[in-house]
């Protein structure tokens, strides 16, 4: 008679573990009493070595998958690192974007401030150079004409208003006029 361990051994590649550990179950149940004891011990060690290799390849699978897991978690961090480092990155462009922004709109604000600024002085030294021209017009007319300052700023606002120029213009008709015919007269 064959070995029943040599039998089981050698079954059919069909045959899985499962169906292995059932059918040596099967038989040490139902059938032990046609088996020896050396070939009940036989099939209790195919089972064993069954079992054992199914222990290890179950062990091997919860190996890898805590790897996977492990490794799973560890890019999960990664990912995480990543998306933390890539919203600071949009918060640090979002922030230069916006200093660049206010940076150029102070560039605007000064331009035009300075514009301003420019048109301002413009603005001041016209109305100090027309002041200079009404003051040496009204000491023209004092002068000529013996009477007071105030009598005098009269007598350009009246040519002014006559006339319907502006007083500064008066006021340097009069000068230009005064001072072209002491040139003439002292020439």
Do not use: N
Request: charged share 35%; proline share 1%; aromatic share 2%.
């Amino acid at each position: 008679m064959t070995e029943p361990s040599a039998d089981l051994e050698r079954s059919d590649p069909l045959l899985t573990d499962g169906v292995v550990v059932s059918m040596a179950a099967w038989l040490l149940h139902h059938r032990s009493e046609r088996l020896s004891s050396d070939d009940r011990v036989a099939v209790l060690e195919v089972l064993d070595r069954r079992a054992e290799q199914l222990y290890d390849g179950v062990r091997e699978l919860v190996e890898a998958s805590g790897e996977l897991v492990g490794r799973r978690r560890k890019d999960r961090r990664r990912i995480d690192d990543l998306e933390s480092a890539a919203e600071h990155d949009r918060e640090r462009i979002d922030k230069l974007e916006s200093a660049a922004l206010d940076a150029e709109a102070a560039d605007l604000v000064s331009d035009a401030r300075m514009q301003d600024l420019i048109a301002e002085v413009g603005d001041l030294r016209a109305k100090r150079d027309r002041g200079e021209v009404i003051s040496e017009a009204k000491g023209i007319l004092m002068r000529t004409m013996q009477i007071s300052d105030d009598a005098a700023f009269a007598v350009l606002v009246a040519a002014s208003q006559r006339d319907g120029v502006d007083l500064s213009t008066i006021a340097h008709r009069l000068t230009v006029s005064t001072l072209g015919s002491s040139k003439g007269s002292s020439g």
